[in-house]
């Protein structure tokens, strides 16, 4: 699921090709993606973009016209495509919605079959506001207030961490990518974090978010993003998608705990004294042969 760097570069490739310019229309070629019935979708017809913005993972494009705004969340699979050309016919098989402007048009697609990506077309501000799920933005607020949203409940650091009603643009792949600068483990209770732990998991979040959605604004540069580049798997990445390469600080294997669709990924050397996480399935099979430390798996 594109997280905070990932919409960023959204924004930042978007804003200099719509901002200022006329939205002819949408073209709906999956009835699915549509969540909204009032306002309709024509509402939008010949309006112009005055605005982008996000809501965690949402897309926001204000527009000028009756406090509407088009909403869209890219969910898992999600993504956009660039056209230059106006009015070109939407993409075989994979397009949800063509936004059809002046001066190009923007298709939603997605590839899995399953269709999660959403368009809302919402009516003014109050409206807009009930779509925040309510996390806070880490770039908004200080240490005490990160310790404040954390201490709420005490849940696995990972849960919290990707929680959008705590924080927001955080998920599964930069979770990982934080927890390891910050050399956590996923599985610690917040309710169990130090002072010093607090400030040392803020400090490595804002980093590692910061530094990635520079880096990617530098290697797109003005190309508005393609398909593959807005990914969960990054080359540089230190241990998100990594299982068995060595960590990039010590030289660990990189482990990983598998649940449902998803999988965390971490250094047992670096984030857990050593020790390895339980793996649900993997575990559960091998019952007393499982190691319980990166020392004992290195041995077998």
């Keep these: 699921m594109p997280e905070l760097p990932d919409i960023q570069l959204y924004l930042h490739a978007l804003s200099s090709r719509v901002i200022g310019k006329t939205l002819e229309s949408v073209r709906i070629v999956s009835p699915f993606v549509l969540r909204t019935f009032d306002p309709p979708i024509d509402a939008v017809d010949s309006a112009t973009v005055v605005g982008l913005s996000r809501i965690g993972k949402r897309i926001v494009f204000e ?79 200080d240490v ?42 996923p599985v610690k209770l917040t309710g169990r974090l130090s002072d010093n732990e607090i400030e040392r998991l803020f400090l490595a979040a804002r980093d590692t978010l910061a530094t990635w959605t520079e880096k990617l604004k530098s290697e797109l540069a003005d190309r508005f993003p393609g398909p593959g580049q807005i990914t969960a798997f990054r080359p540089d990445f230190a241990v998100h998608g990594k299982y068995g390469k060595p960590c990039p600080v010590c030289g660990t294997p990189v482990q990983r705990i598998r649940y449902a669709e998803n999988e965390t990924n971490y250094c047992p050397r670096c984030q857990t004294d050593g020790k390895l996480l339980a793996d649900r ?20």
């Design 144 to 185: 005490p207030s990160f310790a404040h949203q954390l201490r709420r409940e005490n849940h696995l650091l990972k849960r919290s961490l990707t929680d959008p009603r705590m924080f927001d643009g955080i998920g599964n792949a930069y979770s990982d990518e934080i927890l390891h600068a910050a050399r956590m483990s």
């Design 281 to 300: 399935s993997l575990s559960r099979l091998l019952k007393s042969d499982w190691p319980k430390s990166i020392d004992e798996l290195e041995g077998s």
């Design 63 to 141: 527009l000028d016209r009756d406090e509407l705004f088009i909403v869209v969340h890219l969910m898992i699979s999600g993504r956009f495509r660039w056209d230059e050309k106006i009015g070109v016919k939407p993409i075989a098989k994979i397009g949800l919605a063509s936004f059809l402007f002046s001066n190009g048009t923007l298709h939603l697609v997605e590839s899995s079959p399953k269709k999660r990506a959403s368009l809302h077309v919402v009516a003014g501000v109050h409206a807009l506001a009930r779509m925040n799920p309510g996390g806070l933005n880490l770039f908004e607020i």
